[in-house]
Structures are given as C-alpha cells and as structure tokens.
C-alpha cells in the first residue's frame, strides 16, 4: 500500500524559497504501472484546491501555467522521493501542501504540511 510523506520546513521568509520532500513508500516512483505520476497540490486558505504540478513515472514534469515560472519538481529515484521547490514566495503561498499520487485523479494523498510565509 502506497502512502506518502511531506516533510520540509513550516515557516518560510518572503522572497525566498520554498522546498518540500514528499518520501514515498510501498511503492515505486518509477514504476509504468497504471502511469503513475506524482503530483504537488496545496490548499490555500479559504480557498480550493490547486494543482501545481507533477513528475511522471518516467522523469517528465508538468506545471499549472499560473506558477510554472516559480515552480520545479524533481525526484531522487535511489531514495524514492520527490521534490517541491516554490521560489520567490509571498504571504499568498501560505497553505497545506499535500503529495498526492496521481495527476488528474487522484488516489492517495499524504497528511499535508503546513507551510506559513511571513518575516
């Protein structure tokens, strides 16, 4: 059974940058099964859900066009894990940021972390 893990730090400065790890386990992030990918979304407050993108199980990435120029997802296929970086961030990037298998529809989410930006 899949299940995800986000780990990284809660509070981050304006104009900086965001870095989120997301530790996969019971399954792999470069297996072609079903055609995995893996996907970034948060939660912004007393707003919906937002996509911000993913990275397929063969290394391809993709963004939501509204943040693709601050955003960059990667993986480390040795440790089994993948990668948020959000750069420039501002106080409307405050949110739980999920890792969530699938792209599209979704399956399994991790816990979320709570990431907060302020000086």
């Known amino acids: 059974q899949v299940q995800l893990q986000e780990s990284g730090p809660g509070l981050v400065k304006p104009s900086q940058m965001l870095s989120l790890t997301c530790l996969v386990s019971g399954g792999s992030i470069t297996t072609s099964d079903s055609a995995y990918a893996w996907s970034w979304i948060r939660q912004v407050p007393e707003k919906g859900l937002e996509w911000m993108g993913a990275v397929a199980f063969g290394g391809s990435t993709y963004y939501n066009p509204s943040l693709k120029n601050r955003t960059s997802i990667s993986r480390d296929t040795i440790k089994n894990q993948f990668s948020l970086q959000l750069s420039s961030v501002t106080p409307e990037d405050t949110a739980v940021y999920y890792c969530?298998?699938?792209?599209?529809?979704?399956?399994?989410w991790g816990l979320g972390t709570q990431v907060t930006v302020s000086s």
């Open positions: 969530v298998k699938g792209i599209g529809a979704y399956d399994v």
